[in-house]
C-alpha cells in the first residue's frame, strides 16, 4: 500500500505540468488584435514574452488565483497577455455575470468571442496553456493544470527578464 502512495506522489508532478516543445521549426504567431473586458484593444506585437491561454472555467479560476495576487500592471510590466476563450459561454452569462466579475479585475483579460485568432494555440482538457514567445515565435508550451505551475512559469520569465536586464546594464 505504501508503494502505491509513493507511486502517486512521485507521478502528480506529470499530471499537473506537461511540457510540450515546439516543432523543429519553431511556429511564428501572426499578430492579432483582442479587446479587454473593458472594450480596449490590445495587439500581439514581437516584445510580447508570454501567453497565458484558457478555453474553461477551471482553467481560468487557476489564472485568476495566479494573477489576483500580482501588483497592478504585473502583466503589462512583464509583457504578458492573458486570453480567454469565452466563445462557448451563454451570451446571457456572459454579458450578465462574467463580464461584470472580470471588471473588477486589476489586470486585463483578452477576450476571444469567436475562436478564430486562437484556434492555433495548443490546448488540453481544463488546463492552462502557457505559450513562450520571442518575436512571436512559440519557443516552448506548457500546460498547467494547478496554481504553482502557472506561478513557476511567471517566476521564470521573470528570472529571465531581470537577467537579460541586468546583462544590458553592462
Not at 483582442?34 to 506585437?45: S, V
Request: net charge negative; aromatic share 10%.
Amino acid at each position: 500500500m505504501l508503494s502505491f502512495f509513493l507511486v502517486i506522489l512521485v507521478a502528480f508532478p506529470v499530471f499537473a505540468q506537461e511540457s510540450v516543445e515546439p516543432p523543429s521549426e519553431s511556429p511564428t504567431l501572426s499578430a492579432f488584435t483582442l479587446k479587454d473586458q473593458f472594450d480596449r484593444p490590445h495587439t500581439l506585437t514581437s516584445d510580447l514574452r508570454m501567453i497565458l491561454f484558457s478555453k474553461e472555467k477551471s482553467a481560468n479560476k487557476l489564472v485568476t488565483e495566479v494573477l489576483k495576487e500580482k501588483e497592478t500592471g504585473y502583466l503589462l510590466k512583464h509583457s504578458i497577455f492573458y486570453i480567454a476563450d469565452v466563445s462557448g459561454m451563454p451570451s446571457f452569462i456572459y454579458s450578465w455575470f462574467a463580464l461584470p466579475k472580470m471588471k473588477k479585475y486589476n489586470y486585463s483579460v483578452l477576450l476571444e468571442s469567436e475562436p478564430d485568432k486562437t484556434k492555433v494555440f495548443p490546448s488540453q482538457s481544463e488546463a492552462v496553456t502557457i505559450l513562450h514567445l520571442n518575436n512571436l515565435n512559440v519557443t516552448k508550451v506548457l500546460f498547467a493544470r494547478d496554481v504553482q505551475t502557472i506561478q513557476s512559469a511567471l517566476q521564470s520569465l521573470e528570472s529571465e527578464i531581470n537577467t537579460t536586464k541586468d546583462s544590458s546594464e553592462k
